[in-house]
């Protein structure tokens, strides 16, 4: 648990140290793969990695998905290759509440809105840093598509229904996004499939849970002196 808690302090430090404001938490979920969808996964890859990586990777430990009091989110965490388990991707996402078009959620195949609970955050960027046979893959990503109007849905499905993108019949989130190629020299990086993975279609697929707030309060209290007193041996040293 210490080590799935420690991923929420990381992703508060990044979001505080990228912006000109600190933000306060308002709320804070453990992100795992959506299970009851058909499609049983944190993130997707279209058509996959190749040597032996496919398509489908999860969250191990858990991501933390986390809400900010001035409209932003993160996504934070490690997803493991489920074909692979010593090769995946850091992942850090960035959402905002700024939208350049009318938000909605992908109304085919039974998605649903459930008034007053459903939600959306825009994929702002993000990035996905190899490990394993992936090591020395680096990406970052954009929402897709780009001109919208399918936006991050978060929020429950229905007994009858799934809702965020037609994803998750528990509370959840999904989006699609497009990855960029930065750089590609890991071990397996010569196979077509990765040859090709500029611009491909990848998507985020989650079950989300609430990350009890005394325990994160206390962890986020403790990793930040934590850093104040990094930063004092530092100076002192300097």
């Not at 959620?105 to 609970?117: H, I, R």
């Not at 929020?155 to 998750?168: E, H, R, V």
């Not at 005394?214 to 962890?219: F, I, R």
């Amino acid at each position: 648990m210490n080590k799935i808690l420690a991923s929420l302090i990381l992703a508060v430090v990044i979001h505080i140290l990228s912006t000109a404001q600190a933000a306060m938490v308002t709320d804070s979920y453990f992100a795992t793969s959506a299970v009851g969808s058909g499609s049983d996964h944190s993130l997707w890859i279209s058509t996959g990695l190749g040597a032996g990586i496919g398509s489908d990777f999860d969250f191990d430990p858990a991501g933390i998905f986390t809400l900010f009091d001035d409209g932003t989110a993160t996504l934070i965490g490690r997803v493991v290759s489920q074909d692979d388990n010593t090769s995946g991707f850091q992942l850090a996402f960035n959402y905002d509440n700024v939208f350049g078009f009318s938000p909605s959620f992908k109304s085919e195949n039974g998605s649903v809105e459930v008034p007053g609970e459903t939600f959306y955050r825009d994929l702002e960027g993000g990035t996905l840093t190899g490990f394993g046979n992936l090591g020395g893959l680096d990406l970052t990503v954009t929402r897709r598509p780009a001109n919208g109007p399918y936006a991050t849905q978060i929020g429950p499905g229905t007994a009858t229904n799934n809702g965020a993108n037609n994803k998750n019949q528990n509370f959840g989130m999904a989006h699609w996004l497009t990855l960029i190629v930065n750089n590609a020299t890991c071990r397996i990086c010569d196979t077509d499939q990765i040859v090709g993975l500029n611009h491909r279609q990848a998507d985020i697929n989650v079950d989300l849970t609430p990350v009890p707030l005394p325990a994160t309060a206390m962890l986020l209290m403790s990793g930040l002196f934590g850093l104040l007193g990094m930063q004092r041996c530092k100076a002192s040293q300097t």
